[in-house]
């Protein structure tokens, strides 16, 4: 009813008004759109022509709702390069395969490592408390071929992010993987399995940078007293075995090298760059002068055997070294 008498008080001051000499755009403006404002109106109906008077909506508030960042991360199927390549520094050629393929099904991983916040180092846990952890939330501990797909992604990183290692480490809840997994293996070794091997992978925050490879695995005899970081998968255990490392039948073999080939390569190494100019290859009297002057004979009975000249050492496939 009110609405309804607003519009016709409207109506008889606009007719009032034209003997006053008010413009019909000036009324239109005010009168209409006191009429309408007073009944909550939003528009002037469309036939108001030129003159009509809107009224503009508020607009809606931002909205303050933020999406959960899920606790976990999914890992589609893919290929993991396991291990590292020959000549990688600090690489362990015993234990590092050479970058073998292997396919990986897809799985889901936890995205932070889980922490026991009642004990005094609330990171690391004993193997039997990290599998009860798991299996209590329907998950199992990471097989560690499955880890090294999580770390090195799709791009094959050799760490566990795709920026620079020493700001991973200096910011570890800032530190991710191409797949979204946070700090992985930066603060501590975490546990895995590896067929029937128990494996770490990553590293203390106190330990050399190079243990924090993706590929660098630490095979454990035994597992008593150690511990390490609790991080689950999900989905059915993979069939995976981590394949054997390339072995080498001859480590050794003799290296025909010039003396001046050799002084230079001293030259380039600071230890031993003061002495190369005046070095001499020894030869085998030398040596045997060596062992005379020790009280030893040189026999069969003497494990160390003497080589005649420098050496090619090829501990692994692809790693070889002047000796």
Known sequence: MRCAEARGNAVRKLDADRGRGLSRGMRAHVLVAMALLGCGEASAPTDAGTDAFVVARAPAPPSTHVARVSSRVSIAAGTVLAGSRPGTPWRR????????????????????????????????????VAESACSARGARLCDELEWERACEGDEHLAWPTSGDFADCAAHPESCTTASGVIAMGVTSPEWTRSGDHVVLRGARDDQDAPLHRCDARVVLAETADREAAVRCCYGPAPALTYPTPTRVAMPFSPLDVSRDALRAAMRSTPELAPWADAFEPFDLAAAERAYTRADLVVDDTIRARLAAGPLLWSPAHGERAWL
């Open 93 to 128: 050629p015993s234990v590092e395969a050479d970058l073998a393929p292997i396919d990986v099904a897809a799985f889901e991983i936890d995205r932070r490592a889980e922490s026991a916040p009642a004990r005094s180092d609330p990171a690391r846990v004993a193997l039997s």
